[in-house]
């Protein structure tokens, strides 16, 4: 639960896998698989759902650009290829239709 808190908290960058491990007293291969059932996904992909959600929030009251720096996207592009990817559109299309 502390290592989901730490990937929650939108630090960049985000603790490595080693450094979780090291601080649940497991290897990383132990954490890997215990976070993976404990929350269904490995934590890097759980830690980019996460970043997702936080850009929607944002879109909400900022451009999209500022959204990108808030969620800890390197830019807008990479946000918008994040959207694209994993909820199937852009976040501009997310804007609009809220």
Known sequence: VRAREQLADGAQPP??????AREAG??????????SARFGLP??????????????R???AVRLAEAAAAS???DQSHMTRAFRRFR???PGQFAAAR
Do not use: D, I, N, V
């Not at 603790?15 to 979780?20: M, T, V, W, Y």
């Not at 497991?26 to 976070?35: E, N």
């Open 88 to 90: 199937g559109y852009t």
């Open 58 to 60: 944002q879109l909400a």
């Open 15 to 20: 603790p490595s896998l080693a450094e979780l």
């Open 43 to 56: 934590p890097a992909a759980w830690a980019g759902q996460q970043r997702l959600a936080r850009a929607e």
């Open 26 to 35: 497991l290897s990383r291969y132990q954490f890997l698989r215990a976070f």
């Open 72 to 74: 800890g996207f390197a």
